[in-house]
Each structure stands twice: as structure tokens, then as C-alpha cells.
């Protein structure tokens, strides 16, 4: 009756070997630790620039810890934050020796303790919450400016396909900062562009005069659509950093408008700090443009002659110089998705592009007019222009097309992961960084670690007096479930907050109480007279019921905080859900197990430890009939 099979004592020991090693890397604490990452993918991080740390640290006389190549970065590890400064600086001089012109990231980290058994097996701390452990904070800075230039750009890109598709001849369109002008030889061309414009580009406004024998339409932002696009330019930047962060990986970010161009964004728990900053920082803004391959152009490659009015000057990563037109094709904000891949054909990495439907019918006006001409794809990164690839247009584009080249499989991921996130309405600039500490202190961190310890502590203190030896079980059954459950947050590199520490504390009160009723139930059973074994037996199978009400009554208002809660909410919602299934295993599945194990193998067992049971006082008037007048 009270007998549990082999198999359901194996499930209980390899959840509690899981519970175990995945809580263990919580204990060993965290070390300060220097990283080193590259700013450019095309410049690598490998065991030369491990050579080179470890160079500049035997320099300056300080001995680490640990110092180990990590995928792609250098994480050298230290025994107390005063060394780690020191390092950071050593190795900063060492790896930039010339200011401004930083090849490499150098940040202040924080690395597990964790013995390298744990590591391989995956196993890692939870993080912390910006107010329990802190994390990076950083203030960007908008180039508003920027933002409505670019959409004069794009303005202008438009107003020339709209006056080609209705027969509208002009002699030249050219953008002046933020104003467009559109040069006609006759009056009547003027009024209908001016009709044009008005009917279709309602954020333009327009004034013209004379120019010589020609006359001039200048085409401006009205100041109404200048705030609009500055608001719409500052929203969508935040929408794409939300995208990249969620790319990263990292849990409970705050990421909030300050004033009218900056946004603030703090990274709570954050490991790779420089990872992060790399990746905040770069705007990876795309462009298409034509190549000049005019014979001005050409000279100008080989670097023979001036650049041609109206074309720029590039490099490609091999340091080999492109010469492309002005003109933009399509921007980053015709993107609607990127992902890695490898050609078929070279077998080389490459990342296939898929724009809009306005982006696919410029591309295909564009190819159809310019096939056998090469056409450049350029990525801004921190306002400095990089052409990927110059390839030659070989058939009519559309809504897909790929990029490839000298490009490794790494820097094909990482240029889909920026381009997927979304491209930025106008650049940023890191205008502040910090590493903040913990808002509470370090004694407010230990005053929430010892809220659990002490609840837990006294929680058990009562269920043994209480319930003697059902109350230690139930004890044991409690601690197994914080083990599940600091296992679990572990498991799914969450991070941990105030909010999450009080949803902690909840979730052993709602485990005991799943105890307790199988305590009562068990007790009531014994008071109807019920052997031991029949009432373990039914209290546990009558209490499942109800268990299982209240906890999925409780569940469904958590995963309503989870999907309509933000920020210390979730975090509460998180650990509360996790909480509540790890007490619905430990206090029925785990806690019966040891019941059985302790009472299931007496075949005649007269009485169990489960405290006091009050029996109802016999009643005297029992079978006597009373009538009242």
C-alpha cells in the first residue's frame, strides 16, 4: 500500500543529484576578473593576444589567478578587485597604446569560482539583480541631427522614383543637409512637382524661385514631422537596443528614455560586459549603394586620381580601396530579416538579406537598369564606413538576396545578430559607462539571504515539535524544494532580485502548507479510527486534490503577473511559478517517498510520529431523544 517502485526512488535520486550540482556553482562565489575582447570582427582574439595579456601583466609585476582564451575573448582572473584595477590599466596600455584609437575592449568583469568539473558540465550561478549585485550601466547619447538627415535621404530617394513613375522631368535632384532641391527648365513642371509633393509627401514643405534660367524647388521638413521623426528615431532606437539585449541573453533589463535624445540602459547581472558594450555601441546601419566604375572612379581605386564629384571613398576588410556613388539604393530600415547561412556553391559563409516590399521593388528597378555593374554593400559601424562586398549585379534582385565574402562563420553570425535586431533610426554614442555596486548594500544583501535562512530555519523548528517525525520530513521535503528550486533559476541563467527573493520566501510557505494538509489529513484518518498504514495511505491521496487546486489557482495569477508584469514584477512572477511546481514534487512526490521509507516496509505497523491526535470527547446524550415545549 505504502510501497514505492525502484524506479520512482531513481527519479527522486537523479533529481536530487541534478538539484545538487547545479546549486553548488551559487556557492563558490564570484571573482573579479579583467576581459579582453576585440572592437573590430576583423581582428582577432586569439592565444597571440593571450601572450600579449600575460606579457603586459608579468610586466607590470601582477600575478593572476587564471588567465584562459574563452571563445572569443581573454578573461584573466584575479584575487581581489584592487589587483583587478590594476590590470585593467596594464593591460589597457599594453593592447591601446594610442588614445582614441582602440583596437581593443578592455572591461571589468566577474567570473565564477566554480571548479572547472562544474564548468564543463554546464553548470553556472544565478545572476543577480542590479539591486542585489549591480551590473553596468550606460548613457547613449541620439544623433538627432542624423536622424533627419537620413530621412531627407530617404525623402529624396523617394520624391525621384514618384516624379519618374508620373512623367515628371526634372534636371537634377540633390539634398543640401536636410532640405532637398529639384532643379526645372519650365513653370508648369514646377507646379506639378509642387502638386506632387503636396498630394503625396505630406511631411514636406515647399518653397521655389528663380534660379537662373531654371527654377528651383527647395523641399524642407515641416517642424511638426521633425519632432515626429526625432520621437519616432528615439523610440525606435530603444525598440531595436530591447531586440540586441534580448539577443544577449540578458535577463530584467531597464532600458528608459532621459530627456529628448538620451536612453539609459542598465544591464543587471550582466557577465559579458564587453560583449555588451560592443554590442550597444555599434549602429550597423546598412547601405546599397552603386560603385563608380566611370574611369574617374577607377583612378580613383588605384589611387591615381581625385575622387569624382558626388562618390566617396571606402575599404573593403582586405585594406583594398572601393570608390561608390552617394546616391543610396536601400538603407538597413528596408530590412526585415538576416540569418547566417553558407553558399551553396563556394561553401563559404555567407547571410541572406530579405527586405520589404518597397526595398524588393528598388532593388529590382535598380538591377534591371545596372546589370554586369558591381554594387557595394557598406556597413556603418560608430559612423565609419566598411564595404563588405562590392559583388557584380548579375541577374534582376528582389526581396532576397545574400552577402558573402571574406567574412569567417563567427562574423557572419554576428553581422545577422546586429542586422536581425533591428537597424538603428539614427547613430548612438556611449556617452557614460559605469559599474554600479548593489543599491542595497552588501548588509541589506545579507539581510535578504537571511530572511530565507531564518524563515526557513524556524519553519521547520515548528513542523518537528508540531508534528514530530512528519514535521522532520516534511523539514527535509523543504529543503529539497529550495535545492529544485535555486537548481532550476540556476538551470535557466536567471537573475535574481529583491522581488525574486520574496517570491522565494512565499514559495516555502506555500510548500509547507501543501504538508500540512497532509499532516491534518493523515491525523483526521487516525481520529475515524483508520490502521497508520490506511491513513498515510488516504491522507495523501485525499490531500492530492486539494494540493492541486490551490497550486494551480495560485499558478495561474503567477503567469498573469509573468505576461502582464514588467520588470520587478516578472522577476517576482518567475520565481513564484518555479517555486509553486517545486513544492507540488518535494511536499507530495519526494516527502511521501520518504514516508514510505521510513513506515512503508512494517507490515503491522500500531502508530506513526506525527505529533498529538486530538480525539473527539465521547458525546453522554448519545441515542437520547430530547423534546422541548
Known amino acids: 500500500m505504502n510501497r514505492y517502485p525502484i524506479w520512482k526512488y531513481a527519479v527522486i535520486v537523479v533529481a536530487l543529484l541534478v538539484a545538487v550540482i547545479y546549486t553548488l556553482p551559487n556557492l563558490f562565489g564570484e571573482a573579479p ?267 580613383a581605386e588605384n589611387n591615381s586620381g581625385a575622387v569624382p564629384f558626388g562618390s566617396e571613398r571606402f575599404l573593403e576588410r582586405d585594406g583594398r580601396t572601393v570608390i561608390v556613388k552617394k546616391q543610396v539604393i536601400i538603407t538597413g530600415e528596408s530590412l526585415t530579416d538576416a540569418q547566417p547561412g553558407f553558399d551553396s556553391q563556394s561553401q563559404q559563409p555567407k547571410v541572406d538579406l530579405t527586405v520589404d516590399a518597397k526595398g524588393g521593388r528598388i532593388m529590382r528597378d535598380t538591377s534591371r537598369e545596372n546589370l554586369k555593374k558591381r554594387m557595394a554593400i557598406l556597413l556603418f559601424e560608430k559612423g565609419k564606413g566598411e564595404v563588405l562586398t562590392a559583388p557584380v549585379i548579375q541577374g534582376e534582385l528582389g526581396n532576397r538576396f545574400q552577402i558573402s565574402g571574406s567574412m569567417s562563420v563567427s562574423e557572419a553570425n554576428d553581422l545577422a545578430l546586429l542586422l536581425r535586431a533591428g537597424s538603428l533610426a539614427a547613430p548612438m554614442e556611449i556617452i557614460e559607462e559605469r559599474t554600479i555596486g548593489p543599491t542595497l548594500g552588501a548588509e541589506n544583501i545579507a539581510k535578504g539571504f537571511q530572511s530565507v535562512t531564518y524563515g526557513f530555519a524556524v519553519i521547520v523548528v515548528f513542523m518537528a515539535i508540531y508534528y514530530m517525525l512528519f514535521g522532520v520530513i516534511s523539514g527535509v521535503a523543504l529543503a529539497v524544494n529550495l535545492l529544485l528550486l535555486i537548481a532550476i533559476l540556476s538551470m535557466l541563467q536567471a537573475t535574481l532580485t529583491l522581488p525574486g527573493m520574496a517570491a522565494m520566501a512565499l514559495a516555502l510557505g506555500m510548500a509547507i502548507d501543501s504538508n500540512v494538509l497532509i499532516n491534518e489529513r493523515i491525523r483526521e484518518e487516525l481520529r475515524n479510527g483508520s490502521s497508520p498504514q490506511a491513513a498515510i495511505h488516504t491522507g495523501y491521496e485525499r490531500a492530492w486534490a486539494t494540493i492541486l487546486d490551490s497550486n494551480i489557482t495560485t499558478l495561474i495569477a503567477g503567469f498573469a503577473l509573468l505576461a502582464f508584469g514588467s520588470g520587478p514584477v516578472r522577476g517576482f512572477a518567475v520565481v513564484h511559478c518555479i517555486g509553486i511546481l517545486t513544492s507540488m514534487f518535494s511536499a507530495v512526490f519526494f516527502s511521501r517517498g520518504l514516508v514510505n521509507f521510513v513506515y512503508g516496509r512494517q507490515k503491522k505497523l500500531k502508530a506513526v510520529s506525527i505529533g498529538t491526535v486530538w480525539r473527539a470527547a465521547p458525546d453522554v446524550n448519545a441515542g437520547k431523544l430530547t423534546v422541548q415545549q
Open 33 to 299: 576578473a579583467v576581459q579582453v575582447s576585440s572592437i573590430k570582427s576583423a581582428i582577432k582574439v586569439d592565444s597571440t593576444t593571450v601572450t600579449r595579456v600575460e606579457q603586459a601583466l608579468k610586466d607590470a609585476s601582477i600575478k593572476p589567478d587564471a588567465i584562459a582564451l574563452d571563445g572569443t575573448s581573454v578573461k584573466a582572473r584575479f584575487s581581489d578587485t584592487d589587483t583587478q584595477l590594476k590590470a585593467k590599466d596594464a593591460i589597457q596600455k599594453a593592447l591601446n597604446p594610442t588614445a582614441g584609437d582602440s583596437v581593443y575592449v578592455v572591461a571589468l568583469n566577474l567570473l565564477s569560482r566554480s571548479p572547472a568539473w562544474l564548468t564543463a558540465l554546464h553548470a553556472a550561478p544565478m545572476y543577480l539583480g542590479l539591486d542585489l549585485r549591480g551590473g553596468v550601466h550606460f548613457m547613449l547619447q541620439v544623433d538627432m541631427q542624423a536622424a533627419l538627415t537620413k530621412k531627407a535621404e530617404s525623402l529624396s530617394g523617394d520624391l525621384r522614383l514618384v516624379m519618374r513613375e508620373k512623367n515628371i522631368r526634372h534636371s537634377g535632384i540633390s539634398r543640401n543637409a536636410q532640405t532637398i532641391e529639384v532643379r526645372f527648365r519650365d513653370s508648369q513642371t514646377l507646379t506639378a512637382a509642387r502638386n506632387l509633393i503636396q498630394d503625396q509627401f505630406p511631411d514636406l514643405q515647399t518653397t521655389d524661385a528663380p534660379d537662373g534660367t531654371d527654377y528651383k524647388l527647395t523641399a524642407s521638413i515641416k517642424p511638426e514631422a521633425a519632432r515626429r521623426i526625432q520621437d519616432q528615431a528615439l523610440k525606435q532606437n530603444m525598440v531595436t537596443l530591447h531586440n540586441r539585449i534580448n539577443e544577449l541573453g540578458v535577463a530584467e533589463p531597464v532600458i528608459a528614455q532621459q530627456g529628448i535624445d538620451r536612453i539609459v540602459v542598465q544591464l543587471p547581472g550582466v557577465q559579458d560586459t564587453a560583449k555588451a558594450k560592443d554590442i550597444l555601441g555599434r549602429t550597423a546601419t546598412l547601405e546599397m549603394r552603386l560603385v563608380d566604375d566611370t574611369a574617374e572612379g577607377r583612378a
